[in-house]
């Protein structure tokens, strides 16, 4: 699909599975969005429901659409990839299947980064909604919780520290930062998506909005039971899984290609600060495996 525009192209990846309850909702709110040069690429990932059916009558009804269905299940981090592959735009973002924009979105976060040439990711404020459609939390990113002009090495500390900042990885990307960042293999650990910003908050700004303008659904269905078919979940069960994160989260920062070598002089540092400032936890889950490990 050639799409002819002055105007920059956005890409939004969908990558869904069993999806029917609400992937209309998230359909409707993205083909409303006031930022009109979109396209929009959705991989099913072998739904056995009627996430299909819907999302073809959604392309048959908006040129803008592209529907990719899989005959097998290919796991929750490569139908992620797979969208991202098929972008053709400026700028990309991925959507999740049970979440919903306000229609200024897009054109709120095109505009941030339009004007700040060095900042790679956008965001904005975003509320966070339980099952029962009431508002769980708000989480705003203005004042003084602003990213925009925070330094490499703050917004590294508050990744590492577990704020929720992680879910600028939900916000929209220059395509070829995100590429970049994807173009090494995904670690194949629990939390890698946390790994994934630790290593790109290093490697550009972020860019936040003050407004609310992002509805994240907390699905009162774990992970895990969505997605029990997928390999990955067995990563979750796996001895020292916790361990494993942080000695990663640890190589994959150092390794990077992407960071410069002056960025990361601070990350040794601030990782030991990390594990110090979560030592409870982490001897915790640490004895409760050796436990497990003991009566194998």
């Not at 924009?101 to 966070?128: C, M, Q």
């Not at 939390?191 to 790109?200: G, L, S, T």
Request: proline share 4%.
């Amino acid at each position: 699909m050639e799409i002819t525009t002055s105007r920059k192209l956005v890409s939004i990846g969908l990558p869904t599975y069993c999806g029917e309850k609400r992937i209309s909702r998230a359909l409707d709110s993205l083909c409303a969005q006031t930022y009109p040069e979109i396209e929009i690429i959705i991989s099913d990932n072998a739904s056995d429901d009627a996430t299909a059916t819907i999302c073809q009558a959604y392309a048959r009804r908006d040129p803008r659409i592209r529907f990719f269905q899989q005959k097998e299940n290919i796991g929750r981090i490569d139908n992620f990839l797979l969208v991202l592959s098929h972008a053709h735009g400026d700028y990309f973002m991925w959507a999740g299947d049970d979440d919903t924009w306000d229609t200024r979105f897009i054109e709120t976060l095109v505009t941030g980064l339009d004007g700040n040439p060095k900042h790679g990711v956008a965001l904005s404020s975003f509320r966070r909604e339980r099952g029962d459609e009431k508002t769980s939390e708000f989480v705003l990113f203005a004042g003084t919780q602003s990213l925009t002009h925070l330094p490499y090495k703050e917004v590294f500390k508050k990744m590492l520290m577990h704020e929720p900042i992680h879910i600028f990885f939900s916000g929209l990307w220059r395509t070829d930062i995100v590429r970049k960042l994807f173009s090494r293999r995904v670690p194949a650990t629990v939390a890698w998506d946390r790994i994934m910003m630790a290593e790109a908050a290093l490697m550009t700004h972020f860019y936040s909005a003050d407004a609310v303008l992002f509805y994240k659904y907390a699905n009162p269905v774990s992970i895990k039971s969505r997605h029990a078919k997928d390999p990955e979940q067995n990563r979750n069960k796996a001895l020292f899984a916790y361990n494993r994160y942080l000695f990663t989260l640890l190589a994959r920062i150092i390794t990077s290609p992407f960071i410069p070598a002056e960025r990361k002089f601070v990350v040794p540092a601030q990782w030991c600060g990390a594990i110090w400032a979560r030592r409870k936890r982490i001897v915790g889950v640490t004895l409760r495996d050796v436990r497990r490990l003991m009566i194998r």
